[in-house]
């Protein structure tokens, strides 16, 4: 089994534990579940960075990036820094985060938080959205053209962004749907998470204009960004970069600049 079946596997276990203990009706019910949401596709569209920063304690190809920073500093110095919205991994088992995580992000920064998971249950999506989540990701190597167009559909309907991840041009070929905001081109195969920009460029030229398209994965400097930009990417996702620093809101404060 790849990492990806790993984990997958897993999910389809914790969601239905979840379920079983706090079913879609009660989430429903939660303080944050009817709070308007900020879009993540529009504020990257009028930025001059379109960074999005990421929170990510440790990762199945790193062991332990960094769990000495608090989450609150983080994600404030992360807007402070500039970041045009902050992604929080709510996965426990794989990457040390939570959803408690993103209720801590939602009570500290004004900027769109993503959550980043691998959701394989619409379940997922109304537990995204009873947490504080204005945006979601849905990643193409995990589900089927079928699954994706729903969950796509529903989370449009609880107001909420969509990022959809591919990794090549078949994924990319069953996720150019309506309900999406964001194509987000990961650098890093999820079956063994090794790392290629040049999947980036490669797979720039099909992805419509209608779509923000983001660049996530491997990217270390700001002349990659720069060359990524001139194919039309307007939005990165880091996380590693920054998080294996003492200081990522520092670091990508420092990051920022060199961009401005």
Not at 40 to 69: F, M, Y
Not at 93 to 99: A, K, P, R, V
Not at 125 to 151: T, W
């Amino acid at each position: 089994m790849t990492i990806l079946d790993n984990i997958t596997a897993y999910k389809l276990k914790e969601v239905t534990a979840k379920k079983e203990a706090i079913p879609v009706r009660l989430l429903e019910k939660f303080p944050l579940f009817g709070k308007e949401t900020k879009s993540l596709a529009a504020a990257l569209r009028i930025s001059t960075t379109g960074i999005i920063a990421e929170h990510k304690r440790r990762s199945p190809s790193k062991s332990v990036i960094n769990d000495k920073v608090l989450l609150p500093e983080v994600v404030s110095g992360y807007e402070i820094a500039g970041a045009k919205g902050v992604s929080v991994l709510t996965d426990s088992n794989f990457f040390g985060g939570s959803l408690d995580d993103l209720l801590v992000a939602e009570k500290t920064v004004s900027i769109p938080i993503l959550r980043k998971e691998f959701i394989i249950d619409p379940y997922q999506i109304y537990e995204a959205k009873a947490y504080g989540a204005d945006a979601i990701l849905l990643i193409a190597a995990c589900l089927s053209a079928e699954e994706l167009k729903q969950f796509s559909h529903l989370a449009k309907s609880l107001k909420l962004d969509v990022l959809l991840e591919v990794h090549n041009l078949e994924e990319l070929q069953k996720s150019l749907l309506p309900n999406v905001d964001i194509i987000g081109v990961n650098n890093r195969n999820l079956k063994n998470f090794k790392v290629n920009i040049e999947i980036s460029k490669k797979l720039s030229k099909e992805i419509p204009n209608d779509f923000v398209k983001i660049s996530e994965s491997g990217i270390n400097d700001v002349e990659t960004i720069k060359d990524l930009r001139t194919y039309g990417f307007e939005g990165f996702l880091i996380g590693e970069n920054f998080m294996k620093t003492d200081n990522p809101g520092e670091t990508a404060k420092a990051f920022i600049e060199k961009l401005r």
